[in-house]
């Protein structure tokens, strides 16, 4: 499972590349301007530049409408400012068929300027509180649209957590049908080391985290901490120990 880490500004970024060697992913977002809020591309190169070359930086989009030549210009705009993974958050679209026509001016918009970019549509898993469209039609989504990736983080963050709206099982269905159709699951949502057992069980490919690893667990407040990454990382490579010795013993 691979970690990514949601800093705010290029000192956070700073903070990021001093644990770098325990995160996979740098995701750059705007989180005043909401769950997925997207930053400045001139922050977005700034942390590009930050931040190790080997580690992929990731931008959002925002929590975006059902706009798709806006939504696809901004994709290009985050592809363009050096972000390798790009991430829309599907807040405004209501039908599955809104969320493909979205995603796929998206995808054509990075990948006819980077076809080596990984492009990620990313659902609520508290959906049902926004009205927005159903989190396990995410996968689908994705295929269908030629995303990489489908991704659920949650919208309101209020202190609920991806496992109070989505629980267990049915992350392990979006992680089965993202599998199906070839495509990498990313689960987050106020995401806490109690939950890597389950995600590391279910076979999620990229965990989401902001407020686990900054100051006081305040995703609004705190400052992401070094050693905070460090402690989440080493949490992390125990449940894959973990997870792969139970099978070695099953088999
Ligand atoms: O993409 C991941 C998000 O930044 C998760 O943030 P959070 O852990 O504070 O919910």
Request: aromatic share 4%; proline share 6%.
């Amino acid at each position: 499972m691979l970690l990514l880490i949601s800093p705010d500004s290029v000192e956070e970024a700073l903070d990021c590349a001093k644990a770098a060697e325990h995160l996979d992913i740098v995701d750059v977002k705007k989180p005043d301007e909401g769950s997925l809020g997207a930053n400045f591309p001139w922050v977005i190169r700034q942390i590009r530049d930050t931040v190790p070359a080997d580690k992929p930086v990731s931008a959002t989009v925002g929590d975006v409408p059902y706009k798709p030549g806006t939504v696809a210009q901004a994709a290009l705009g985050a592809a363009v400012s050096g972000a390798t993974y790009i991430k829309v958050g599907l807040y405004g679209c209501t039908t599955p068929a809104q969320a493909i026509d979205v995603m796929r001016g998206a995808v054509r918009a990075v990948k006819d300027y980077r076809p080596d970019a990984f492009v990620v549509a990313s659902g609520y898993a508290d959906a049902h509180r926004i009205g927005c469209v159903n989190p396990l039609a995410l996968p689908d989504i994705a295929r269908r649209s030629g995303c990489d990736a489908a991704m659920l983080d949650t919208a309101i963050k209020d202190g609920t957590r991806l496992f109070d709206h989505v629980p267990p099982d049915l992350c392990a269905e979006f992680v089965r049908q993202a599998h199906e159709a070839g495509l990498r699951a990313a689960l987050a949502g106020s995401v806490k080391a109690a939950d890597l057992a389950a995600l590391t069980h279910i076979g999620t490919d990229i965990v989401g985290v902001r407020g686990a690893v900054c100051e006081g667990g305040d995703r609004d407040t705190g400052r992401i901490q070094p050693r905070l990454v460090a402690a989440f990382r080493a949490e992390m490579d125990r449940h894959a120990r973990e997870s792969a010795a139970s099978v070695a013993t099953a088999s």
